[in-house]
């Protein structure tokens, strides 16, 4: 199964996006839902989580209060709602999914099926 994210694209600065993820039959309800990027020249990093079991959220100081995560159940998909886009946000962003758990991290080695990215690129 591929999880496939989308809905990049280039927008300026101060703007915002709504990436998407599905995949039939997953994010299964339980599962630990996570959302990476990774910039031009630098290591995927982990920016937003949320556990399956007790829905807790974890997201980056980079993106805290700017980046949220939600999940539709009805239609298996997780969204990233991205405002208030910096320069700094652009990027190849992730979804990807794990194992069952209380709370959530970012340590890409936790999580097992991932997405093809989407691009993001944000213009000053």
């Known amino acids: 199964v591929q999880l496939q994210a989308s809905g990049g694209g280039l927008v300026q600065a101060g703007g915002s996006l709504r990436l998407s993820c599905a995949a039939p039959?997953?994010?299964?309800?339980?599962?630990?839902i996570g959302w990476f990027r990774q910039a031009p020249g630098k290591e995927r990093e982990g920016i937003a989580c949320?556990?399956?079991?007790?829905?807790?959220?974890s997201y980056a100081d980079s993106v805290k209060d700017r980046f949220t995560l939600t999940k539709d159940n009805a239609i298996n998909t997780v969204f990233l709602q991205m405002n208030n886009l910096k320069d700094d946000d652009t990027a190849v962003y992730y979804c990807?999914?794990?194992?069952?758990?209380?709370?959530?991290?970012?340590?890409?080695?936790?999580?097992?099926?991932w997405g093809r990215g989407t691009e993001v690129t944000v213009s000053s």
């Open positions: 039959g997953y994010p299964s309800g339980r599962d630990t």
């Open positions: 949320m556990s399956g079991i007790d829905r807790r959220r």
């Open positions: 990807a999914t794990g194992k069952t758990r209380f709370g959530c991290t970012f340590v890409a080695g936790d999580y097992d099926k």
